[in-house]
């Protein structure tokens, strides 16, 4: 009741008394904006600021520039942090995420032209019980629903991109880079829906195939500091730029591993990055994760996580982290 009446005095009261007795409540403000992101129109971000002195670390002055900007239309106090030096580097990375969102946000389309189909990757022919039944429910969803295997997958970039990029996607070494990679040359190629395939769609899902196939569209990471923009959820028109430059990019990355992991080669990392050196030169529309969660696409905790098939599992057990991410991501941001 107290978000809804939208009274953040009493809100910041009451964080206070859960602090004081021992409750962690950091998390909240964020999620805070994350459900405020969801409504339409007459929100005032400025009237929860007083809020971000309930996080952590760097998060006080990333919120606060956070809602500063959301209220000024622009990302400027966020790129400040970006530039400050002085600043820690998941702090600067985390406004890059964010200065993403709030250039590039939007609502649930109310227009736009019909998708060309969705479709999705698992690199093993036949996949596990629970991905089979994320993968009848997109294609009871979608009018058209296209499943690639590795093979099948490989011969789509040799016909279009010829042996050498398939032979090259071939040679990655872990289930989730190939994912990462074969979706960017199938959205450049013929475009389309892109959805993970521990997914389900949502009771929107179906309007927003109706009206995705314009423009890009993904989503950020809204509920959380580390405001990423995913490539779990993409859509795309064919030969799109947004796409074009990511894939030169996550190419680019995988010839110059330098010890960065999958997240920074081709994931979240990657497209983050790529987007904020690219701020507000293409048109692509990020939806907050809670939209993005309530209407159209939401993922599932499904077993493989658990398992090297997974590129977490994977590189923790390689003692892998983020330091080399960062250390190529924050100086390419600052030469902007």
Known sequence: MLKAKSL????DQYLEKLSGKGFDV???????????????????????????????????????AVLNDLCEGSAE?????????SAHPMTQFEAMGWANFVTHKARFPDNGTPSKD???????????PEIEGGRQLWRSTAKTHVWYDDASA????????GRSAADAY???????????????????????????????????????????????????MTNVPNCVTINGFIAAPPQNPVMEGLLEQVLKNIRDVASRGIFWLSGPGAFTTFL???LGQHDIGLLSQGCLKSSVFR?????????????RVFEHNLGMGNEAGLKRAIPVAQDM
């Open 8 to 11: 953040f005095f009493k809100l």
């Open 26 to 64: 950091a998390g909240i403000p964020f999620r805070l904006v994350d459900d405020l992101l969801a409504r339409d129109t007459g929100v005032d971000f400025a009237a929860a600021i007083p809020l971000a002195r309930h996080t952590v670390g760097g998060q006080p002055r990333l919120l606060t």
């Open 77 to 85: 106090n966020l790129r400040q942090i970006v530039s400050d030096v």
């Open 118 to 128: 969705t479709f999705q990757f698992w690199d093993q022919m036949k996949p596990p």
């Open 154 to 161: 490989q011969q789509f970039i040799a016909d279009g991109f």
């Open 170 to 220: 071939s040679k990655l070494w872990h289930p989730a880079l190939k994912s990462d990679v074969f979706r960017l040359y199938r959205l450049v190629k013929s475009g389309g829906v892109y959805c993970d395939a521990d997914s389900m769609p949502e009771y929107r899902t179906s309007e927003f195939l109706e009206r995705a196939g314009n423009r890009v569209w993904a989503s950020s």
């Open 276 to 278: 904020y050196q690219n």
């Open 299 to 311: 993922q599932f905790d499904a077993a493989y996580k658990h398992t090297e098939q997974n590129w």
